[in-house]
Nanobody, 121 residues
Framework: QVQLVESGGGLVQAGGSLRLSCAAS????????MGWYRQAPGKPRELVAT???????RYADSVKGRFTISRDNSKKSVYLQMNSLKPEDTAVYYC???????????????WGKGTLVTVSS
């Protein structure tokens, strides 16, 4: 069974930095686009950043210039470096990956269970 597990969340003061990691495990053939999403209390889940298998990244306007997404295909991992954090960044952060399980199968989206990031003012 495929699992994505996030780590690196915690409590940080405004202006600080945090680095999130997400590692995929299980019987995986290939991982295509990966991304980070977040959900604040009472708000819908929103896209934070995505990165293609070729390394092309896209960011939400709210985090552009402050966050950097990266990946390590050999480790089946995706990362999110968060700098200049603001209280409005407080949310549960989820990683996502488009994963195929066999050479003949198509891609399916998988989600981690999330890691909490709290930014105090």
């Amino acid at each position: 069974q495929v699992q994505l597990v996030e780590s690196g969340g915690g409590l940080v003061q405004a202006g600080g930095s945090l680095r999130l990691s997400c590692a995929a495990s299980g019987s995986i053939f290939r991982i295509d686009t990966m991304g980070w999403y977040r959900q604040a209390p009472g708000k819908p889940r929103e896209l934070v950043a995505t990165i293609t298998s070729g390394g092309s990244a896209r960011y939400a306007d709210s985090v552009k210039g402050r966050f950097t997404i990266s990946r390590d295909n050999s480790k089946k991992s995706v990362y999110l470096q968060m700098n200049s954090l603001k209280p409005e960044d407080t949310a549960v952060y989820y990683c996502n990956g488009a994963i195929s399980l066999t050479v003949a199968a198509g891609y399916k989206g998988y989600w981690g269970k999330g890691t909490l990031v709290t930014v105090s003012s």
